[in-house]
């Protein structure tokens, strides 16, 4: 692995918003800045939001990577689970 690795850890549900506030350019992935998060579930539903709100979600690069996953409306109903049991 080379880089640097970066932890946010963001402690509370005003702080998990902060990096899709400030004008700081995060990547995607391959090429993401943030290594490694770790919000409960409070602060993921920010972090989600704000995204959202800042527009995170628009780019078709975004959707691209989305796509390479794979992910079905199986995964989504819940039947991808039921198939591979």
């Known amino acids: 692995m080379s880089g640097t690795l970066v932890l946010f850890e963001p402690t509370s549900v005003p702080k998990a918003r902060i990096v899709f506030e400030n004008p700081v350019e995060l990547g995607l992935f391959p090429n993401n800045s943030i290594s490694v998060v770790t919000p409960n579930i409070f ?29 079905t409306s199986q995964f989504r109903h819940g039947t991808f689970l039921a198939m591979r049991l």
């Open 43 to 71: 602060e993921l539903k920010a972090m989600y939001e704000a995204a959202h709100d800042y527009g995170r979600f628009e780019g078709s690069q975004w959707w691209a990577i989305l796509d390479s996953f794979g992910i």
